[in-house]
């Protein structure tokens, strides 16, 4: 998903890599254009995660959430409000936060955590 949507916007991230982060998605680095994506992104459905790649792979071509940013958003990624709402909600309700469904994630969340070079 990151390479592909990478090669469509014209970016290429020199890092990415997975770490098990509760109060974040995603975080962008613009000076080292490295992308850190939450494993529990793995809890959320795919167009949801989409718009998180997406969203961090736009920082890359402009670091604040200004109107550039949202324009951008917009077009590579036009539902991306609705797949910000759907995911919000599904973490309001708890889906997200269930134990039980924390514990099933955990292994996919621990295999996800790894540095992954793009392009390498």
């Known amino acids: ?5 990478s090669k469509e916007m014209g970016v290429k991230p020199s890092v990415v890599y997975y770490k098990a982060m509760i109060s974040r998605w995603g975080v962008c ?3 080292q254009k490295s992308i850190c994506f939450s494993a529990y992104l793995l809890l959320l459905p795919e167009w949801c995660v989409e718009h998180v790649v997406v969203h961090e792979l736009c920082h890359l071509l402009e670091p604040s959430h200004n109107a550039r940013f949202h324009a951008l ?13 759907a995911a919000i909600k599904r973490v309001k309700i708890g889906a ?10 955990r292994p996919k969340v621990k295999a996800a955590i790894k540095r992954v070079k793009i392009g390498a």
């Open 1 to 5: 998903m990151v390479e592909n949507h």
């Open 29 to 31: 680095n613009v000076k």
């Open 73 to 85: 958003m917009d077009k590579f990624f036009p539902r991306w409000k609705e797949a910000r709402k």
């Open 96 to 105: 997200c936060s269930e134990s039980s469904e924390r514990e099933q994630a």
